[in-house]
């Protein structure tokens, strides 16, 4: 869907299409995540509606609707419902610059990575406006705690994508795509020690456990969207999960080689090739996305220190280091 | 845009003050609350250094790097001297003061070094960008400074300046855009050559919009009329120690850039600014000296003086040929040396927890402390223009080099002012010598051997400027003499 | 180049409708019973005591501070990277001179204490 000229009628519907993509994946993941928490768990998870309970999230969303949406007394109303739709937008135009395959792809943009982090970044400031809003206390603390993770995560998650970005030369994520080619990013040891970096962060980004702090249930409720009800809590919940695909999407394009198999190069035309590197690259950023579900119910919350000293004190100096070492690298070697 | 490892040795000076900031920033870091005597020799020692790699750039040519950013030429060499002078006498003079004080923590001398980095780069800068990133690294460690000792009058004096501050900086940044809107670049190099394409300014409004707006970022800096209302009490309020380092270091590195962006890159214009500096030197000084007429307090009587001075510079700015850009140098070094020698004096008659800056905490000191009166005379006599001490010779250049351009009246309202100043600065005499000591005053001061050393080397130099200015001049026309 | 933003602006404002619009319909398939308590604070069923707004430990602000010092960094690392095959051994010396002037400042708010939370 990559166009020479800006063609509206092609461009809507690769929105739509995108947009629709954000909803389906949004429910798939969810029921994903139940199953595979419930079988960790030793528990069959959602099975009544639909077979295997797929219909399960559908119904839920549909309730989700059919709630009512609660404002506060006491909450500043704008912001309060500015506050969902501002996490969940930025994370769908974001993906407009996603490259799933050679050609699909809404827009190739020369700045991509950047446009996309300068997207993601904006979910700070949801967060924020949600807690404050509110007008609760766990709202609140929930907010801040999540603002203090976030910007602290964002350094070493920045610093360890300008490592690939170094490394390649280029925003552009389709070029950044074709320039790893075969080798993967990830095989060169600059590359594996930014991806481990990028992938811890990713998580604390999504706010997700075990970085789930903002939303601690044992003691701020739950953080930021205690106050939501409805599709105002829908609107978060799909930002959430759109932002997981987001983290994962970046990962395989930066680090991962993209809609590229290991040491093999695919170049192939027509539509048949273009659906195998889509699938490809799918089938990536979907593992990554069960290992941060696998985490998730696998290891239990860390401590709010443990969490900032951990971003602080050991993310931030190594990539730092890994960055400055894979500058020296180049130029002493050549890259 | 051409970048040379080469040009790294034009920052050479820059380098090692910076390294020497981080360094003691480090020293503060691993032993807190310990290092402030280490931090003072440390400072000194990379001062030093620094001035040794700069004394190399003064018989050599002019060169330029960085893309023609920075230039290293004597006048940069000079002022880049004129730092080292201030950052060491404010180090020396500070010592009795945290001594008496018990602030043992090193971010102050941290904080100076990377303002003094600022003020180097400011006196070298040949892009209005350079200027305007040096003239910030000066001013923010100087806000952090003004409040350091967190005292209310402190905090307050470090929020007014603060405030104003980032106002004055939005114009110059703004007048700095409008110039490049209309020229097309703001290195100093290519806006002369833009300039030389238009056959009058008023072609340009816009550039002389942007060039009237530098000029007012520029006035606050220096403290002149209208722009110097925050003056008084932002001296009033910081650490002594402090407000001799801004009143010195802050106006010379924001002369130095001044004059060198005026004359080098605006001589289209300067019939339009030098009518504009010649009411604004005017106003200056006389503002400046009948406000200090009226105070009681010395380190507000102080502050309004230091308005005056800038108005005597001001002059300069008017003249604007290399001989006023002779007399300038000649007359800050001076100041530098008087100025600081006085907040000295001012901090030694303090005692802990209290600043005794009044008229009356001066009685009778002259008999009491002889050695501190002596040299608060000199400074006070430098200060007023009494040969023979350095703040004659200054003066005089600067009226001179009026005087050679025609610019009489202007000379003569100088020398007026001077006399007029003569009543505040003896005043302070008046009281040391002829008043009975009321109360403590002059009991109980506070001293360390490295204030009574500053204090000694400010008498000096004051002293040899004055009588024997011939070697300071001559260097100071090679300085300028590519103006 | 502005052109290729056009499909940026498409997708945000589809976005936009998409959420808005799913709350709209919420809001109109929704019940819409508001009662006094139903919208007071939530607070786990008691009396809400003390008002949200409080001030936070000053710690937060340290680390704003912290944080916004070294995003900036990264903010001129970006353009560097993209061209730094293209920069020579001056690139790599004057970052190195940048990364090293602010690891020293990190070792300083390190050791002062900013990044202890107790």
């Not at chain 2, 690294?137 to 603060?162: H, N, P, V």
């Not at chain 2, 009143?247 to 300067?270: D, E, L, N, Q, Y």
Request: aromatic letters at 14%; hydrophobic letters at 55%.
């Amino acid at each position: 869907m990559q166009i020479e000229s800006p063609n509206i009628l092609l461009i809507v519907v690769a929105a739509v299409v995108m947009v629709l993509y954000v909803f389906t994946n949004s429910a798939v993941l969810v029921w994903v995540e139940r199953k595979v928490s419930a079988h960790i768990q030793r528990r069959p998870g959602p099975f009544e509606v639909g077979p295997f309970g797929l219909l399960q999230t559908a119904i839920d969303g549909l309730k989700l609707m059919a709630k009512q949406l609660i404002i506060p007394g006491k909450a500043d109303k704008r912001l309060f419902m500015l506050a969902p739709v501002l996490s969940f937008v930025p994370p769908i135009a974001a993906l407009l610059t996603v490259p799933f395959g050679k050609v699909v792809q809404v827009q190739n943009l020369d700045i991509g990575i950047l446009f996309i982090l300068s997207l993601a970044a904006l979910n700070v400031l949801a967060i924020l406006i949600a807690g404050w809003a509110s007008a609760n206390k766990y709202s609140l603390f929930g907010a801040v705690r999540s603002v203090a993770q976030n910007i602290a995560y964002e350094i070493p998650l920045l610093l360890s994508l300008l490592t690939a970005v170094l490394w390649m030369g280029t925003l552009n994520l389709g070029e950044l795509v074709d320039a790893q080619g075969g080798f993967w990013f990830v095989f060169t040891p600059f590359g594996f020690v930014a991806f481990l970096i990028y992938f811890v962060t990713g998580m604390a980004e999504t706010n997700r456990a075990p970085f789930d702090l903002p939303e601690a249930e044992s003691e701020l409720t739950a953080g930021f969207h205690t106050e939501y009800s409805g599709m105002g809590f829908g609107l978060f919940f799909l930002g959430e999960y759109t932002n997981m695909i987001l983290v994962s999407a970046i990962a395989t394009s930066l680090f991962l080689g993209g809609y590229n198999l290991p040491f093999v190069t695919l170049n192939g035309e027509g539509v048949l090739w273009e659906l195998i590197r889509v699938l490809i690259f799918l089938a990536k950023a979907y593992f990554l996305i069960f290992v941060m579900i696998w985490m998730r119910w696998t290891f239990p919350r860390v401590r709010f220190d443990q969490l900032l000293n951990l971003c602080w004190k050991v993310l931030i100096p190594f990539s730092l280091v890994n960055l400055a070492a894979a500058a020296i690298w180049i130029k002493a070697v050549g890259g | 845009m051409d970048f040379q490892i080469s040009d790294l040795s034009l920052l050479a000076p820059h380098m090692v003050v910076t390294g020497t900031a981080l360094l003691v920033l480090l020293v503060e870091a691993f032993r807190p609350g310990k290092g402030r005597s280490d931090a003072t020799y440390l400072s000194i020692l990379g001062l030093l250094v620094a001035a040794g790699l700069t004394l190399k750039q003064f018989g050599a040519p002019a060169s330029t790097g960085f893309a023609g950013m920075l230039i290293a030429d004597g006048y940069a060499a000079f002022f880049n001297m004129v730092a080292y002078v201030v950052g060491i006498l404010t180090l020396l003079v500070s010592d009795s003061y945290f001594r008496s004080e018990e602030y043992e923590h090193g971010e102050f001398h941290a904080l100076m070094l990377m303002s003094l980095v600022g003020m180097m780069l400011m006196s070298g800068s040949n892009h209005l960008m350079l200027m305007f990133l040096a003239l910030e690294t000066m001013s923010i460690s100087i806000y952090a400074m003004a409040g350091y000792m967190r005292t209310k009058e402190g905090t307050e004096s470090s929020f007014k300046y603060f405030l104003l501050g980032g106002a004055s900086s939005a114009f110059m940044l703004y007048g700095i855009a409008l110039l490049y809107a209309s020229c097309g670049t703001t290195s100093l190099t290519g806006m002369v050559e833009y300039f030389s394409t238009l056959p009058s300014l008023s072609d340009s409004p816009m550039a002389l919009a942007g060039i009237a707006l530098v000029a007012a970022g520029f006035c606050f800096k220096i403290a002149a009329f209208p722009f110097h209302v925050w003056t008084p009490d932002v001296y009033q309020g910081a650490p002594t120690s402090v407000t001799a380092f801004m009143a010195t270091g802050v106006k010379a590195a924001a002369f130095a850039a001044f004059f060198r962006i005026f004359v080098v890159a605006f001589p289209i214009a300067s019939g339009a600014w030098t009518s504009a500096f010649w009411v604004l030197a005017v106003a200056t000084m006389t503002m400046g000296n009948f406000a200090a007429l009226a105070q009681r307090d010395v380190k507000r009587m102080l502050a309004y003086s230091s308005i005056a001075h800038a108005g005597y510079l001001l002059i300069g700015m008017v003249t604007a040929t290399s001989e006023a850009g002779t007399g300038m140098l000649f007359y800050l070094i001076s100041y530098v040396f008087m100025n600081i020698g006085a907040f000295g004096i001012v901090i030694m008659l303090g005692k802990k927890g209290e600043d005794r800056t009044t008229l009356e905490d001066y009685a009778g000191v002259g008999f009491k402390k002889p050695l501190l009166g002596a040299a608060l005379t000199i400074f006070m006599f430098s200060m007023a223009g009494i040969p023979p001490t350095a703040g004659f010779i200054g003066k005089f250049l600067i009226f001179k080099a009026a005087v050679h351009e025609g610019y009489i009246w202007l000379a003569v309202l100088g020398v007026l002012n001077s006399a007029a100043s003569v009543y505040y600065y003896l005043r302070v005499l008046v009281y040391m010598y002829f008043r009975e000591s009321e109360s403590e005053s002059g009991d109980v001061i506070r001293t360390s051997p490295l204030s009574i050393l500053a204090a000694a080397i400010s008498v000096i130099a004051i002293l040899v400027l004055g009588i024997a200015p011939g070697y300071l001049v001559q260097i100071a026309e090679a300085a300028t003499a590519a103006f | 180049m502005v052109e290729n933003f056009v499909p940026v602006l498409i997708l945000f404002l589809l976005a936009a409708a998409f959420g808005l619009g799913t709350v709209a319909i919420s809001s109109l398939l929704g019940p819409k019973r508001p009662t006094k308590v139903k919208q007071e604070t939530y607070e786990c069923g008691m009396v809400v005591d003390p008002p949200a707004y409080r001030p936070f430990h000053v710690k937060y602000y340290l680390i704003a501070m912290a944080f916004v010092v070294f995003d900036v960094e990264v903010v001129f690392l970006y353009p560097w990277a993209v061209k730094f095959k293209q920069l020579g051994l001056f690139g790599l010396v004057e970052m190195l001179v940048f990364i090293f002037i602010l690891l020293v400042g990190y070792a300083y708010i390190w050791k002062k204490g900013v990044l202890e939370w107790e």
